[in-house]
């Protein structure tokens, strides 16, 4: 069965470091993508970046570049969100999402779409 | 950055009802990068539509997605119990966005 699995949710201070984890299972990890989005109480998905596990190569919102770093570790197929310092206003619940996609040879496009996702872990920052 | 509204905020339709969801984009975005999810609470999203008009695995074929250009639709046929949830578009491009959401409940 192709999954993720994220860390459990986390309770933190403000200023403290944290790095959540999304380890992949029954695919080839270093095949896909994965992304990072967030839910923060009551609202809706904002993407936040992603990352090729194959070379490491990342992307970022303009809204988290800088605020956020997203790795992998492909001996242990796992990739990583992580934050130096947190904030109160970090408080939300953090998806990872496998990229999907095919090349359509008869139209001659490429279909991408977040097809398998994690069930989320908690982040919590509170003094 | 590519902005997604989505209308209406919140549609209130029974059971059996048809649900049309929209999806309109501040710039044009290729066919083949626009998706739905659904979100129930307490879960993670599941991808329902993509590349505009066709159904992920498992999706039923109540479920239907067309549009263009700029302005997307989702379409529920007949809604069933399972379908009151809330309703994100995507486009996956270069730097990807969600619409804010459209949440379906139960009039």
């Known amino acids: 069965e192709v999954q993720l699995v994220q860390s459990g949710a986390e309770v933190k201070k403000p200023g403290e470091s944290l790095k959540i984890s999304c380890k992949g299972s029954?695919?080839?990890?270093?095949?896909?993508?994965i992304n990072w989005v967030r839910q923060m109480p009551g609202k809706g998905l904002e993407w936040m970046g992603r990352i090729d596990p194959s070379d490491s190569y990342t992307n970022y919102s303009p809204s988290f570049e800088g605020h956020v770093t997203i790795s992998a570790d492909t001996s242990i197929d796992t990739a990583y969100l992580q934050w130096s310092s947190l904030k109160a206003s970090d408080t939300a619940m953090y998806y990872c999402?496998?990229?999907?996609?095919?090349?359509?040879?008869?139209?001659?496009?490429?279909?991408?779409?977040?097809?398998?996702w994690g069930k989320g872990t908690t982040v919590t920052v509170s003094s | 950055e590519i902005v997604l509204t989505q209308s209406p905020g919140t549609l209130s339709l029974s059971p059996g009802e048809r649900a049309t969801l929209s999806c309109r984009a501040s710039?044009?975005?290729?066919?083949?990068?626009l998706t739905w999810y659904q979100q129930k609470p307490g879960q993670a999203p599941r991808l329902l539509i993509y590349?505009?008009?066709s159904r992920a695995t498992g999706i039923p074929d109540r479920f239907s997605g067309s549009g263009s250009g700029t302005d997307f639709t989702l379409s529920i046929s007949r809604l069933e119990p399972e379908d009151f949830a809330v309703y994100y578009c995507?486009?996956?491009?270069?730097?990807?966005?969600f619409g804010q959401g459209t949440k379906v409940e139960i009039k």
């Open positions: 029954g695919y080839s990890f270093t095949s896909y993508w």
């Open positions: 590349g505009a008009s």
């Open positions: 999402a496998r990229r999907g996609g095919f090349y359509n040879w008869n139209d001659g496009n490429h279909y991408y779409y977040m097809d398998v």
């Open positions: 710039q044009s975005v290729s066919s083949s990068y």
């Open positions: 995507q486009q996956y491009g270069s730097s990807p966005t």
